[in-house]
């Protein structure tokens, strides 16, 4: 590994802790970049996981205010996403890599729709609440099914639990942002130690992704609302087009 691939990797790590913290969707970063330095695509995806788990927690302990009152919500919906995740990260591991391969553009098309209807859902999920502390009766359904694709891979699981958890709690948005990220970081975690023990991780680029998401995820959460959202938007769907294109070529 050369320095200038050391420096992109670490900065990419950066990017994704701002990212994930913010909006959710950092793999998109992350993923095409270990592409294009010749990553097998399911190691890639497993050292990518290994790498985000420390942004995840230190963006989530800077929303630790939006986090009050929300314990018993966090346990019940984490319960759901943590079953979730080991199933994903189960079928990564047993699934073909060329099975991998197959999905994932899938994947990533589908996460950037959902970046770029971003604004749009945001706008519907302010008029469409629940009035119970938990959610709907599908939502622990829903969230398990978001942390199996978060165990799997994860891009855009972000935007798919603000999308799932703003329909259904009655709560501002920087509160469900607050939960997203737990969610969000546990099926990244639970994903992490299945891989470490049974996966190839790089642990040298693993550990450049971990110090530059933990400092993205600082700043994610200290100044990630000021961030244009718009820019976030275009940098991301640039990048997965370019992951898209990587994978298909």
Request: overall charge positive; glycine content about 14%; hydrophobic content about 55%.
């Amino acid at each position: 590994m050369t320095v200038a691939e050391a420096v992109a990797i670490a900065a990419a790590g950066f990017g994704a802790g701002t990212i994930n913290t913010v909006v959710g969707s950092g793999t998109l970063l992350t993923f095409p970049v270990l592409l294009g330095f010749g990553y097998a695509p399911v190691q890639a995806n497993v050292t990518n996981t290994v790498g985000l788990v420390p942004g995840g927690i230190t963006g989530t302990h800077g929303y630790r205010e939006e986090l009050t009152g929300q314990g018993r919500r966090s346990m019940l919906l984490g319960a759901a996403t943590f079953t979730g995740a080991i199933t994903g990260a189960t079928l990564l591991l047993t699934m073909p890599a060329s099975a991998f391969k197959a999905i994932v553009p899938a994947f990533i098309a589908v996460a950037l729709l959902l970046v770029v209807a971003q604004p749009w859902l945001s706008k519907r999920l302010e008029n469409r609440r629940s009035h119970t502390a938990h959610g709907q009766a599908w939502t622990p359904v829903a969230v398990f099914v978001i942390g199996v694709y978060g165990g799997y891979f994860g891009a855009a699981q972000g935007i798919l639990l603000l999308a799932v958890l703003g329909l259904s709690l009655a709560e501002p948005l920087q509160r469900v942002n607050a939960l997203k990220n737990v969610l969000a970081t546990l099926a990244n975690l639970v994903g992490a130690v299945i891989f470490a023990v049974a996966a190839d991780v790089d642990w040298g680029v693993a550990g450049l992704l971990a110090a530059g998401s933990l400092v993205g995820g600082v700043v994610g959460a200290g100044v990630g609302r000021r961030l244009p959202p718009a820019a976030l938007r275009a940098l991301i769907v640039v990048v997965g087009l370019a992951a898209i294109i990587k994978l298909t070529a």
